[in-house]
């Protein structure tokens, strides 16, 4: 899988090595997988629609208009899943918002006082993505969706083998989920258009490193077609 914006973020030894590499083979995904949106609530979108530069000045842990486009993808995969049987889980952060687990210092915790009603509004799953009545919310309080949450036991209940992953941050709870995903033997999944990240290097080079190591990061047709390719088998294709 060719990823040109990786290289933007390479060093010419990186560059090199990764071409002594070679192109990653896929390893590919299961049978029965498992749509997991990771931490999409208002506090890191902001109200409304506007440049990250802007955003950050309400809502300092906001990704600007890539995380809003992202989220837009989202809801396309999600849609997909839904439509295909795929079982949906949401996960966000125990009393997400500006009071959240910050390891930010005092400077930072500063700038994180907001009214309080804007800060519950922050804790809320955006819209666009918002959890049907019998899809699954789990709350976590650190960064990986396995670590102290009942997660894991509800995928080996399913009978699951692989997890979809999409959300945010590339670089924070989507990569410690994906590692830990990985590390208890699920095929991981990345979906690239579908994560974001507040830091632009953060974001590419955390999804070349999830490519090499512990997922395949896909684009987004691929994981619409592989949850069409998993509902056709299943029969479980709604039509729209």
């Given at each position: 899988?060719?990823?040109?914006?990786?290289?933007?973020?390479?060093?010419?030894q990186?560059?090199e090595?990764?071409?002594l590499?070679?192109?990653k083979e896929?390893?590919g995904?299961?049978?029965?997988?498992v749509?997991?949106l990771?931490?999409?609530?208002?506090s890191?979108?902001?109200?409304?629609?506007?440049p990250i530069?802007e955003?950050?000045?309400t809502?300092?842990m906001s990704?600007?208009l890539?995380?809003?486009e992202?989220?837009?993808?989202?809801?396309a995969?999600l849609?997909?899943?839904?439509?295909n049987?795929i079982?949906?889980?949401?996960v966000?952060?125990?009393?997400?918002?500006?009071?959240s687990w910050?390891?930010?210092?005092?400077?930072?915790?500063?700038f994180?006082?907001?009214?309080?009603?804007m800060t519950?509004k922050?804790?809320e799953i955006v819209?666009e993505v918002?959890?049907?009545?019998d899809?699954?919310?789990?709350?976590?309080?650190?960064?990986?969706a396995?670590?102290g949450t009942?997660?894991l036991f509800?995928?080996?209940?399913l009978?699951i083998d692989?997890?979809?992953?999409?959300?945010?941050?590339?670089?924070?709870?989507?990569?410690?989920s994906?590692?830990?995903?990985?590390?208890f033997?699920?095929?991981m999944?990345v979906?690239e258009?579908?994560?974001?990240?507040?830091?632009q290097a953060s974001?590419?080079m955390?999804l070349?490193?999830m490519?090499?190591?512990?997922a395949d990061?896909v684009?987004m047709?691929?994981?619409?077609?592989?949850?069409?390719?998993?509902?056709?088998?299943s029969?479980q294709?709604?039509?729209?």
């Amino acid at each position: 899988m060719d990823k040109m914006s990786w290289y933007d973020f390479m060093t010419e030894q990186d560059k090199e090595h990764d071409a002594l590499l070679g192109k990653k083979e896929l390893a590919g995904f299961g049978e029965k997988p498992v749509l997991l949106l990771i931490d999409i609530y208002y506090s890191v979108l902001g109200l409304k629609r506007e440049p990250i530069m802007e955003s950050v000045k309400t809502w300092p842990m906001s990704t600007g208009l890539e995380g809003w486009e992202a989220v837009d993808k989202t809801a396309a995969v999600l849609d997909s899943a839904r439509r295909n049987g795929i079982p949906v889980i949401h996960v966000k952060g125990l009393h997400t918002g500006v009071n959240s687990w910050s390891r930010g210092g005092k400077k930072r915790q500063d700038f994180f006082k907001l009214p309080e009603e804007m800060t519950l509004k922050g804790r809320e799953i955006v819209e666009e993505v918002k959890p049907l009545p019998d899809e699954l919310v789990i709350e976590k309080a650190a960064a990986s969706a396995f670590h102290g949450t009942p997660l894991l036991f509800q995928l080996v209940s399913l009978g699951i083998d692989t997890v979809i992953c999409c959300g945010e941050t590339t670089s924070g709870c989507v990569r410690a989920s994906v590692v830990d995903g990985a590390t208890f033997r699920f095929k991981m999944g990345v979906v690239e258009e579908c994560v974001f990240d507040r830091t632009q290097a953060s974001h590419w080079m955390n999804l070349y490193d999830m490519h090499q190591k512990y997922a395949d990061v896909v684009g987004m047709e691929a994981a619409i077609e592989y949850f069409d390719r998993i509902g056709s088998r299943s029969g479980q294709t709604v039509s729209a």
